[in-house]
């Protein structure tokens, strides 16, 4: 009788996570297909307490007839979650001791690089890492060919620096920071910053893909996805009737090449070629696999990636808006640690990413060229989401979420992957 109930028990329990299964892949394929802002791809995973609970994909990999669909392993420029991935590899270089968070980063770069406006106030890595070195985008962050990053950042161009804010005091999300980041990790180790982080993060975890697509194999090339808009690329006009418009890694457009990294470059010249801001073409599988890294505090697959101090001092809170201490873009940002954001630390804020204001994370959002992309995750209860949009049809500006800054899609995606998979067990 025992085993005759135990048996029964297991279909139950199996009954009820298909069905719960099936009624999550259907609320994401209806956002995918809702005519209001229709997705050219979605690719998504969810992790429940350290392990893969779920993975769903919807959509091609391009366009056009005999496209392969999106799998589990689709590589995605994820954007600016980039950014936090790069992070992984500076606080590895911490580890080694060949950087500190509180040097003069002038000692990296070989030349003194100072805001114009506060001379004598040194600028840190620490700085860098949470948006409030008192750099700005104005003056642009990619340069390419054999520019140098010093002949740039060493002009005192007004727009590249605020007069304002002195380093240290003004949280301003800045995408500068971290070419110059990807530049002075080149120059302490000598290593190209493609490469570097090849050998620091993705070869040992062996994940696909990289920072450099001139270096990819056949494979990754052929399950790369291509990114879309229903949006000229050259008039930014949006037409939700016409057709998707490819604008990043779009097929026969010499990925191999792309970079355009001169043969005479020298690593520490200017790392911006390799985009270590936003320039990560990764899966969700990838992406699920540096989310367990950081739940298993450093460990992979018996190999120590990180030390678990590292993790906690990555995310830490470095920045915390009080209103008047930095620009939060609408209530997007309001808490920062070391290359990654802190959700839903702002009492009743729009810093939030589900329905639910009690959810707490860590991680990056990332959005360029249609992609939206979100790498969240819980590490105390080891639940984390992974999002990776390939696509918008509408102008997500006139479709903004209910209670975040994010678009409505990415709440209707997020809600429903933390409803039914991450979020915490009631006692």
């Not at 980039?82 to 003069?104: F, P, Y």
């Amino acid at each position: 009788m025992a085993r005759v109930l135990s048996g029964l028990l297991a279909v139950f329990w199996m009954s009820l996570a298909q069905a719960r299964t099936g009624a999550l892949e259907h609320e994401l394929e209806a956002v995918v297909h809702d005519t209001a802002m229709p997705l050219s791809s979605l690719s998504v995973l969810a992790i429940r307490s350290g392990q893969l609970d779920f993975s769903y994909q919807s959509g091609a990999r391009q366009m056009g007839a005999g496209a392969g669909a999106v799998d589990a392993h689709t590589l995605y420029r994820i954007a600016s979650v980039s950014k936090m991935v790069t992070a992984m590899g500076v606080m590895k270089l911490i580890e080694q001791g060949k950087l500190d968070l509180d040097s003069d980063i002038s000692r990296y770069l070989g030349y003194s690089l100072r805001n114009p406006a506060f001379p004598d106030l040194a600028i840190t890595l620490r700085m860098l890492l949470s948006h409030t070195s008192s750099l700005r985008d104005g003056a642009g962050y990619y340069w390419a060919g054999s520019t140098t990053l010093r002949s740039v950042v060493t002009r005192a161009t007004p727009a590249m620096w605020s007069s304002m804010a002195a380093p240290g005091q003004y949280f301003t999300y800045a995408n500068l920071n971290w070419g110059i980041i990807g530049t002075i990790m080149e120059q302490v180790t000598g290593e190209r910053f493609d490469l570097l982080m090849q050998r620091l993060l993705l070869q040992p975890m062996g994940i696909s893909g990289g920072y450099y697509p001139a270096r990819f194999s056949d494979a990754e090339l052929a399950n790369l996805a291509t990114l879309y808009r229903k949006r000229t690329t050259d008039t930014e006009v949006w037409d939700s009737a016409g057709a998707w418009l490819a604008q990043a890694d779009e097929p026969g457009v010499a990925l191999r090449s792309a970079a355009s990294v001169p043969a005479s470059y020298q690593p520490g010249q200017n790392a911006t070629l390799f985009s270590p801001t936003g320039g990560l073409r990764i899966s969700a599988h990838g992406l699920g696999q540096l989310m367990l890294m950081l739940i298993q505090r450093g460990q992979y697959q018996g190999r120590t990636i990180l030390e678990p101090a590292s993790i906690r001092l990555m995310f830490s809170q470095q920045w915390l808006s009080d209103g008047r201490n930095g620009d939060t873009e609408q209530g997007q940002y309001g808490s920062w640690g070391l290359g990654g954001q802190r959700f839903g630390m702002l009492e009743n804020g729009r810093d939030r990413l589900v329905e639910d204001s009690a959810f707490h994370a860590v991680g990056h959002l990332g959005e360029a060229y249609g992609l939206l992309s979100t790498f969240a995750v819980d590490l105390e209860r080891g639940n984390g989401m992974v999002v990776l949009i390939g696509g918008v049809g509408r102008d997500p500006a006139l479709h903004p979420g209910r209670y975040s800054a994010l678009t409505c899609s990415e709440e209707r995606i997020l809600t429903a992957l933390y409803r039914h998979i991450t979020r915490p067990t009631q006692p």
